[in-house]
């Protein structure tokens, strides 16, 4: 069964560096998304991303972060100096088209920054 | 914006007992998502909801839409360990367009054998 696939597992920073999470959505999806889950909290959305282009953010996504879709398969998050805050599970989740609203989502990328 | 209550926060049971766990929101939802995560893993789709009053099952758990579209229902029946993890309701932010999901707190789950 087709999945969505994060790298890597497992981020370890020191605060002011960039990072790059890189997602591999659904292959025949048209969404995508960022969430983040902070230790023991709930799924907050990040951003979405449609056509090539972002179609929502929210306050959290600060210009601090930006994404890309460098090619036809992988999805990314750049989180460009990072801060201690940012320390949580970055999700990827990617949906097929629009008559649906179910999300798939990645195993996720924990994010730890010293 | 839209919030999703989850109850119980969290339970613990035995072994073979049945569950039950709901998610309640203020304003209507037109989809209801039921999400399973297991530590240090990403949310899994468990149950999708579409229709006022759909009652869908996937093996052991099934899951109702409330007929006022304000709440859902989890039931698994026959808990084993391997249900341990927390699970999420989620729901659309928004009627149509590429609309990000909200999610609940969570309903921790611990299956004691």
């Known amino acids: 069964e087709p999945e969505v696939t994060q790298t890597p597992s497992h981020q370890v920073t020191q605060m002011g560096q960039e990072v790059i999470l890189r997602c591999v959505p659904i292959?025949?999806?048209?969404?995508f998304y960022w969430y983040r889950q902070i230790l023991g909290q709930k799924v907050e959305f990040l951003v979405s991303f449609y056509n090539n282009e972002i179609s929502e953010k929210s306050e959290i996504f600060d210009d601090q972060f930006s994404v890309e879709r460098p090619d036809g398969s992988n999805f990314t998050l750049k989180i460009r100096s990072t801060k201690l805050e940012d320390s949580a599970m970055y999700f990827c989740a990617s949906r097929e088209g629009f008559s649906t609203d179910t999300q798939y989502f990645g195993p996720g990328t924990r994010l730890t920054v010293l | 914006g839209q919030q999703l209550n989850q109850s119980p926060q969290s339970m613990f049971i035995q072994e073979g007992e049945d569950v039950s766990m709901n998610c309640t929101s203020s304003s209507i939802f037109n989809t209801w998502l039921w999400y399973k995560q297991d530590p240090g893993e990403g949310p899994v789709l468990l149950i999708a909801l579409y229709k006022a009053g759909e009652l869908t099952s996937n093996g052991r758990l099934t899951a109702q839409f409330g007929i006022t579209r304000k709440d859902s229902f989890l039931n698994i029946s026959a808990s084993i360990p391997s249900d341990v993890g927390i699970y999420f309701c989620a729901g659309p932010l928004r009627d149509s367009g590429n609309t990000p999901l909200v999610f609940g707190k969570g309903t921790r789950l611990s299956v004691i054998a």
């Open positions: 292959s025949n999806h048209l969404y």
